[in-house]
Structure formats: C-alpha cells, structure tokens
Antibody, heavy 121, light 107 residues
Framework: EVQLLESGGGLVQAGGSLRLSCAAS????????MSWVRQAPGKGLEWVSA????????YYADSVRGRFTISGDNSKSTLFLQMNSLRADDTAVYYC??????????????WGQGTLVTVSS | EIVMTQSPATLSVSPGERATLSCRAS??????LAWYQQKPGQAPRLLIY???TRATGIPARFSGSGSGTEFTLTISSLQSEDFAVYYC?????????FGQGTKLEIK
C-alpha cells in the first residue's frame, strides 16, 4: 500500500525558513517523479515543485523559484522541500504527491495528508 | 501557461440526481486531463485521468468525457459521500495547472 507522510510544517516568521519532509512507502521511490502541491486556506490547489526519481531534474513554479529547493533521499524514500525567504502568501497546506507513471510527472495518483505552513508577517 | 477554468463554482444537486461539472482549458491539452475529489480536511483523491479513465476503486457512477479544451465530469446518481469539491487538472505541459474547483453541495 502506497503511503506518503508529510512533516515539518509549523509557524514561522516572514523571511524565515522551514524544511518539509515526505516519507514514502509502498513503491520504489527512485522510479517515480514526486511533487509538492500546496493549498492556501480556503483556496484551490497550486503545484509548487517536482523532482525526478533520480533527483537529476527539478522544476519549480515561478512563485517559489529561487526560494524553495526540492530534493529526495532515495536511501530513505523521503522527499524534502527546503523553503527559504518565506512570505505570508506561502501560508498553505503542503501536500506531497506521487506521479502515477514513471513517465508521467504531473498526474498524481497518491497524495499525503498534508502539513500546514503558516507564515506570520 | 495553460489556464484551467471550471464551472459552475458551486453546484446544488439533490441526492440521487445527476451532476455535470465542466472544465475548460485555455489551449488544447489533448486528453491529458484529470479530475480530483477533495473533502474537507482531506487530501485530493484522483478520480479520472486521461479525460475518461476511472482511477482504481472509483465507482462507475463517475465518468469523464471530452478532449482538447472542453471536459466534463458526470456523476450519474449522487450519493451522500459525493458532496465535495472537484478539481480538474491538466498534465499536458509544464506547469501543471488546476482549475479553481467546483463545490458540489446538497440541494
């Protein structure tokens, strides 16, 4: 059974940093692209970042490029999102999501339960 | 960037009736369109991909249609557990984009 478990969210001041983790199980982590998708309170879904299973390729939404860094540890089947220079509009629930096929980066078949990041101004 | 637009924003339907939700892309996404269901406090769940293929475990009352720029999600006979927010998403090209959602509420 595929499971994704996020952690690391919390309250941080504007300008601060936070590192999110997503522990994966039930599939071969290195074979699938993984993404972070966020949802501001009461709002819709916004894709944030993605990485290949090997970590050789990474992509970012314009809204976070240069501030966030996605990475993965295949030995621990864990996805990370390092978030720096946080702003109030980064406040959201952050979900990690798995690509459905090795070649399908942005079709998400499994999602974690999410971790809430609150940035105070 | 492809913009996804869903309509209506809110849909009120009685249990047992049919619900039809629409999604439009600003340019063609071929059949690279997914639908997700999200209930309060829960993560999104994949319902439909490839515009019309049901994901594993999704009941047959959910069906998707369309290609190019116009898509539809139909729920044939609404059950109480179907009242939720539904999002469409294109995965045709980077960046992947979601519609703003349709809230399906009990009439």
């Amino acid at each position: 059974e595929v499971q994704l478990l996020e952690s690391g969210g919390g309250l941080v001041q504007a300008g601060g940093s936070l590192r999110l983790s997503c522990a994966a199980s039930g599939f071969t982590f290195s074979s699938y692209a993984m993404s972070w998708v966020r949802q501001a309170p009461g709002k819709g879904l916004e894709w944030v970042s993605a990485t290949s299973g090997t970590g050789g390729s990474t992509y970012y939404a314009d809204s976070v490029r240069g501030r966030f860094t996605i990475s993965g540890d295949n030995s621990k089947s864990t996805l990370f999102l390092q978030m720096n220079s946080l702003r109030a509009d980064d406040t959201a629930v952050y979900y990690c999501a798995k690509g459905k096929y090795p070649s399908s980066w942005y079709l998400f078949d499994y999602w974690g339960q999410g971790t809430l990041v609150t940035v105070s101004s | 960037e492809i913009v996804m637009t869903q309509s209506p924003a809110t849909l009120s339907v009685s249990p047992g009736e049919r619900a039809t939700l629409s999604c439009r892309a600003s340019q063609s996404v071929s059949s690279n369109l997914a639908w997700y269901q999200q209930k309060p406090g829960q993560a999104p769940r994949l319902l439909i991909y490839g515009a019309s293929t049901r994901a594993t475990g999704i009941p047959a009352r959910f069906s998707g249609s369309g290609s190019g720029t116009e898509f539809t999600l139909t729920i044939s006979s609404l059950q109480s557990e179907d009242f939720a927010v539904y999002y469409c998403q294109q995965y045709h090209q980077w960046p992947p984009g979601f519609g703003q959602g349709t809230k399906l509420e009990i009439k």
